[in-house]
């Protein structure tokens, strides 16, 4: 009821000429529960995932003020009170919450930011935070596997994956005949400066010797190291045929066969070719698999009168002995109660000495111990035949007694490793061990 009046009699009577007061006060009340736009509400949102040179921020709009809003984002400054008359990033989203990643940031340094949001009345600056950027790092660095290995030289490198948002004021690699390789303490070279991949040459090696090496890159932090990579440099024979050589535990193998034509001493090695000729030796000969000159890569049978001379392998080097392919075969866990043993013995070890190809459908091995066994077959000591290619491969030892000296074979149906004795006047491949 309005001054004694009710609603409903109000409005069927009600005309601007019989209550013109009324309808002004009327008209008063009403808008006086209008509400009046202001400036919206924001507030600023906990910076995260802070980096180097990035962050993660944003804000929430609270109230709107009544209006639309126009504008919203995030300003930043090193600062206080950032605002939008320096750094600032709009939210590409009408939505009340946004999120914004700043980039572009100096590392280690403490910044100031601010949502803000803008209608038609103006903006409003949120609360202020602060984070502090992450400082440089030494960054990441990673080696190149070495490759055009010589006897004294080999190539390698490194490439820098990140730079730790500093410049890069040397890089280079270093290596030793001992893990872990440093500054400080070994050989390196120095390739320049900035993040471009470099290609190193490391010089001044010792033949048939195993190297560790790292790629290393130097910024204000400090020095980052790359992985460690080894490999092995190649040896020669009296002929310059070059070997690569393979460290496995504590022996240096050649990971070839022998192919030398020529004794170290630079004296001759007779070449037999006639079976018939090969089977009544009890002096020194060589031969190629099939008398086939081009399978030289494979490596030369020689009979183990040849061996017995002890002239065979390049100076620092020797056949090894039985021992030696003993101590092999304990480091690829042949257990010690077989490893005198004649025969067959053990589960993969052979598999580990086969080259991943190079051997029938099925038959390859994993090579783990990188000294690359391939089926080149063996000259039968009976009537001089070339037997065994593609499927089984032999290795002169020790001698044994009278006509007979050890060996070791790899087949490829089989995983383990074969030992036994055979005649002196069969013809085998050689692989030379280092002399310690």
Request: hydrophobic letters at 30%; glycine letters at 10%.
């Amino acid at each position: 009821m309005i001054n004694g009046i009710t609603q409903d009699s109000f409005y069927r009577n009600l005309n601007f000429l019989k209550y013109p007061v009324l309808f002004f006060i009327l008209l008063l009340v009403i808008q006086s529960c209008k509400k009046h736009p202001v400036l919206p509400r924001v507030t600023t949102n906990p910076p995260s995932e802070v980096t180097r040179t990035s962050v993660m921020a944003g804000g929430t709009i609270t109230d709107d003020g009544g209006l639309p809003v126009l504008d919203r984002g995030i300003c930043w400054d090193t600062t206080e009170n950032p605002d939008l008359s320096k750094n600032f990033i709009q939210a590409d989203t009408e939505d009340e919450s946004f999120s914004i990643k700043i980039t572009g940031l100096k590392p280690n340094t403490v910044y100031f930011i601010r949502a803000y949001a803008t209608n038609e009345l103006g903006t409003t600056y949120a609360n202020e935070l602060t984070f502090t950027t992450l400082p440089v790092s030494t960054g990441t660095i990673v080696t190149i596997h070495p490759s055009s290995i010589s006897l004294r030289t080999a190539l390698t490198g490194g490439k820098i994956i990140d730079d730790g948002d500093a410049v890069i004021i040397q890089k280079g690699v270093c290596w030793s005949t001992s893990p872990n390789p440093d500054l400080e303490h070994d050989t390196f070279t120095e390739d320049g400066t900035g993040t471009e991949e470099f290609t190193s040459t490391i010089t001044g090696l010792t033949p048939g010797t195993q190297y560790f090496v790292r790629a290393y890159s130097i910024n204000s932090a400090g020095i980052s190291y790359g992985s460690e990579l080894s490999f092995n440099t190649k040896i020669s024979d009296i002929q310059n045929n070059l070997y690569s050589t393979v460290t496995i535990g504590s022996q240096v193998w050649m990971a070839e066969n022998l192919r030398t034509t020529r004794y170290n001493d630079n004296s001759l090695i007779p070449n037999v070719k006639e079976s018939s000729n090969w089977i009544n030796l009890s002096t020194p000969a060589y031969c190629w698999f099939g008398n086939d000159a081009n399978k030289a890569d494979w490596g030369a049978l020689y009979n183990w009168f040849t061996v017995q001379t002890g002239r065979l392998c390049p100076t620092g080097w020797h056949v090894p002995t039985d021992d030696d392919f003993k101590t092999l075969e304990l480091y690829l866990n042949l257990s010690p109660e077989q490893v005198g043993s004649w025969y067959w013995r053990g589960t993969d070890q052979g598999s580990r000495l086969k080259s991943t190809s190079g051997w029938d459908e099925g038959e390859n091995g994993t090579n783990s111990s990188g000294f690359s066994a391939l089926p080149y077959g063996y000259r039968f000591a009976g009537n001089g035949d070339f037997n065994g290619l593609g499927i089984l491969t032999y290795w002169w030892s020790s001698d044994y007694y009278d006509e007979y000296a050890i060996y070791r074979r790899i087949d490829g149906n089989e995983s383990g490793i074969y030992r036994y004795a055979t005649s002196k006047k069969g013809g085998k491949y050689v692989r030379c061990i280092k002399t310690k």
